[in-house]
Structures are given as structure tokens and as C-alpha cells.
């Protein structure tokens, strides 16, 4: 039986990390080390002197350096210049002790935005507003030409979606408030109605961890993890900020963005907050991981000020 996706299929230890960046970069100050995240392709570490070293997960995610510096170079140009990116300047190559490349980016300094205290949220959905507008309106022949491809339902995805949907209609009994959320999967038809209009390019994993905001100002500084950035239905980043900011902070964010919106874009994001949240639900339960965070967004993407 083949392993979770989620799963590893190498061993790296945190001292492993450290000799693999000490061997590799003796200038780096790799004496202490921050494991910063493990997602599903990379293992994170932050170095003393600030450097984010990332580790591929499967042999896969190898490749994703390569493509993830074209869209780097797409999506640069179009951002603000406060709002920085994690542009891979390091390159560790493999060992008889680790088997993949490796990659080294500048950290950057800031808070995940679901942290953002309330004072400064105006700003950040400001700053969001403005750099999703500037994102979605890469021309799809630019993108096409730095390698980014269409979303498609193909059996890999299918797949996570069902494996989701059917976890997720387990968990009754998990929280009194979700019961709803967890009838409606029940509900939920496979595969998913495919997007028909316009396609733009579209981060596609806005999660709180890959928005980075000044504290003290609300400024957005960073936008992180590309890897899964593709010509999509717009629709769709949004649907992230419902879920783990609510309705009311997405609605603030529209009106700080300047693309053209159709008259079921709404409807649309809501569909996928409340389907996406209900799938991470299912994951984090399925991994061990806290669902604390991942009950709250469902509660946001199911909230009826989205009805």
C-alpha cells in the first residue's frame, strides 16, 4: 500500500537539515535552526542569519523550483515593491545523505495574516485587494508561456476530493456547530460543476501562513508558496480569505479590487470556501494535525452572512 501523500518518503531530522545547509553553504550560520512548517512538498527551516531553506518532501516536488522561478519572474514585475516573494538564490545539490535539491530564499519578516489584529485590518485588505487585482490580471498568454497550465479535474484531484469528502462525512459528533457543514458534504456531488468562464492567473493557496503582513502596520509584505499558482476561475483566492478571515473581510477585500467580477462570482465563492473548508477539516483530522483552526473556518464559510 502506497503511503499518505502527506507522507515523506525520506528521513531528515532537524540535524540533518542543519549539516545538509552547513555542507552545502559554510557562510549560512546554520548553528541553530527553526523548523519553521512541513506542507505537503517541503520541509521549512529558518537559519540564525535569515535564510529559509526548503526540503522536497517526495521526489516530485524536486522539479517545482524550476517552474516556481518562472512565475516568480511573472508575478514580480506586477506586485508592489514593498510586497516581497521567496525567490529561491540558494541551491543545494544532493547527497549520498539527502537525495534531492534544496533551496534557500530570504525570509521575510511579518505575521501570518489570520494574526492581524483588527486595527489593521482596513490596510491588509487593502494591500490583498490590491496585489490580487494586480495577480489576476497577468495576461493568460504570459502565464501560458512561463508554464502555467489550466486547472483540471483529473484523477488525482478527484481523488482528494472524494478521500476528503468521505472523511469529512465521518466527523459528525466532532462539533455541535459543524453538523450542518458536515450534512451538506453528505450533499456534495463528484466531480465539482467545472469553471466555464475566464480563465486568469491565480495563486490558488491563500492560506493565512502565505500572506505576510507588517504587525504594526497592517501592510501586506509578503506573499508566499507559488508552487501551486495556475489559470483558474478568480473566484477561488477569495474563497480562501472567507474561510479563514470570514465573509465580512472578503467582501472588504472585493472592494479594494479593481478586475472585472461576474454576477456569480459570489455564489461561486462561496461554494469552494465551503467545500475547501470542509476538506482541510478532513485533512488535518486524517493527519493527526489540530482541527481547532480548521472548525473555525468552516464556521466561517458556512456563516450566513454569506448566504
Not at 507522507?7 to 555542507?23: F, M, N, S, V
Request: proline share 7%.
Amino acid at each position: 500500500m502506497s503511503s499518505p501523500p502527506w507522507e515523506a518518503d525520506r528521513h531528515l531530522t532537524q540535524d540533518g537539515a542543519r549539516a545538509l545547509i552547513r555542507d552545502s553553504f559554510s557562510d549560512i550560520d546554520s548553528r541553530t535552526l527553526e523548523h519553521l512548517g512541513s506542507g505537503w512538498q517541503f520541509d521549512a527551516y529558518l537559519t540564525a542569519d535569515g535564510w529559509v531553506f526548503r526540503f522536497p518532501r517526495r521526489a516530485w516536488c524536486e522539479d517545482l523550483f524550476a517552474s516556481e522561478r518562472l512565475v516568480h519572474q511573472l508575478v514580480a514585475p506586477v506586485l508592489e515593491p514593498e510586497i516581497a516573494i521567496p525567490k529561491v538564490e540558494l541551491m543545494g545539490e544532493p547527497t549520498q545523505g539527502f537525495p534531492y535539491k534544496f533551496a534557500g530564499h530570504r525570509f521575510i519578516r511579518g505575521v501570518p495574516a489570520n494574526t492581524v489584529d483588527p486595527s489593521v485590518e482596513p490596510t491588509f485588505a487593502r494591500g490583498i485587494g490590491e496585489a490580487l487585482s494586480a495577480i489576476h490580471s497577468i495576461p493568460k498568454e504570459e502565464a501560458l508561456a512561463a508554464g502555467v497550465r489550466e486547472l483540471e479535474m483529473d484523477d488525482g484531484r478527484i481523488e482528494w476530493l472524494k478521500r476528503g469528502l468521505q472523511h469529512a462525512s465521518g466527523l459528525r459528533g466532532l462539533e455541535p456547530a459543524i453538523e450542518p457543514a458536515l450534512k451538506w458534504v453528505q450533499q456534495v456531488a463528484l466531480p465539482p460543476t467545472q469553471y466555464e468562464g475566464p480563465l486568469r492567473f491565480i495563486h490558488h493557496d491563500l492560506s493565512p501562513e502565505h500572506l505576510i503582513v507588517d504587525p504594526k502596520t497592517g501592510q501586506l509584505v509578503g506573499i508566499l508558496d507559488w508552487t501551486d499558482a495556475i489559470l483558474g476561475d478568480a473566484a477561488r483566492d477569495f474563497a480562501a480569505l472567507v474561510t479563514f478571515h470570514g465573509w465580512r473581510f472578503a467582501e472588504e477585500v472585493l472592494c479594494n479590487y479593481h478586475a472585472p467580477i461576474d454576477s456569480e462570482f459570489r455564489e461561486r465563492m462561496g461554494d469552494m470556501a465551503r467545500l475547501l473548508s470542509a476538506i482541510w477539516l478532513s485533512e488535518a483530522h486524517l493527519q493527526g494535525s489540530p482541527v481547532a483552526k480548521h472548525i473555525e473556518w468552516v464556521l466561517n464559510a458556512f456563516s450566513s452572512e454569506g448566504r
